[in-house]
């Protein structure tokens, strides 16, 4: 089986998964705070190769390989996240927190210029993970406050977690990422 066709089942099985997942969420109104996938969430449909390339301009950079692939399977989310305040019993809010390409580009900034601002304890953290942090090329905001690291070596995909100068490696990879964001087993 070729490279590609492996790596696009595998992102097919992870829409799936998620997707099931989703579609028995419940909103907790009494424990949670903060943002929480919605009932029956599905992932946007997929970009064509020109789609891909257009966006590739827009960020100034080209992609991981992995990040392609799944480009061409899923997008971002089809609804917005829900944040519930259960001292007052209301949601308060609605906010897309998967980022879908190229709708999200301009509301994603403030994440990549976060990056920049750290960027010494960006670079520090991907070195004492073993990544060469002088290959990064630029960033990716996924969802919240995870952004994918564009490096040089585009086999090389790891997902941070940024919360100003807390920063986390949160993924060795982009699917294995992925499937820790949502609790699934591969």
């Known amino acids: 089986m070729e490279q590609g066709a492996l790596n696009q089942s595998a992102w097919l099985h992870l829409k799936k998964l998620s997707e099931t997942k989703f579609q028995s969420t419940v909103i907790d109104t009494n424990n949670t705070w903060g943002y929480q ?9 997929g970009l064509s190769s020109l789609e891909i390339q257009q966006l590739e301009h827009l960020f100034g950079f080209s992609f991981p390989d992995d990040y392609v692939q799944m480009l061409q399977v899923m997008n971002g989310f089809d ?5 519930f305040d259960p001292d007052n019993g209301i949601i308060d809010h609605y906010e897309r ?6 709708d999200d580009y301009k509301q994603t900034q403030w994440l990549v210029q976060l990056v920049r601002e750290n ?8 070195s004492e993970a073993g990544y060469n942090s002088k290959l990064i090329e630029g960033f990716i905001p996924l969802y919240g406050q995870r952004i994918l ?11 941070l977690s940024v919360h100003g100068d807390d920063v986390i490696v949160y993924g060795d990879s982009l699917l294995t990422y992925w499937y820790y964001e949502f609790d699934l087993v591969p």
């Open 149 to 159: 690291v564009v490096s040089k070596d585009k086999s090389c995909s790891p997902v």
């Open 79 to 83: 609804l917005p996240h829900v944040s």
């Open 37 to 45: 996938i919605q009932p029956n969430t599905t992932w946007e449909k």
């Open 97 to 102: 927190r998967c980022y879908t390409y190229p």
């Open 119 to 126: 960027r010494d304890v960006v670079d520090t953290v991907l």
